[in-house]
């Protein structure tokens, strides 16, 4: 089992900064896969951003040079940067890891950008 717990995220204004943080404990493999997911009022949770275990990002591309994806291994941390943010963004944020065929989920973390 891996428990992930979430912090960060809140309401901002249009063209404002959030941060957010996905600590997780428990059965973590070295190896793995963790990632933001976000789902918005009516429509299917979608990948934000996911990076391995060595490093490697991707994003969706309505986010690229906006968000930043980072973790710290040694903590089991990752870290969504999100910069310039757009009412689109507005979406219940979830941590998720990727370990050995296996997905956890954090409990969710609302975002909403608003003037």
């Known amino acids: 089992q891996v428990q992930l717990v979430e912090s960060g995220g809140g309401l901002v204004q249009p063209g404002g900064s959030l941060g957010l943080s996905c600590a997780a404990s428990?059965?973590?493999?070295?190896?793995?896969?963790m990632g933001w997911y976000r789902q918005a009022p009516g429509k299917q949770r979608e990948l934000v951003a996911r990076i391995t275990s060595s490093g490697r990002t991707n994003y969706t591309d309505s986010v690229k040079g906006r968000f930043t994806i980072s973790r710290d291994n040694a903590k089991n941390t990752v870290y969504l940067q999100m910069n310039s943010l757009k009412p689109e963004d507005t979406a219940v944020y979830y941590c998720?890891?990727?370990?050995?065929?296996?997905?956890?989920w954090g409990q969710g973390t609302q975002v909403t950008v608003s003037s």
């Open positions: 428990g059965s973590i493999f070295s190896i793995n896969v």
């Open positions: 998720a890891y990727d370990g050995i065929g296996l997905r956890y």
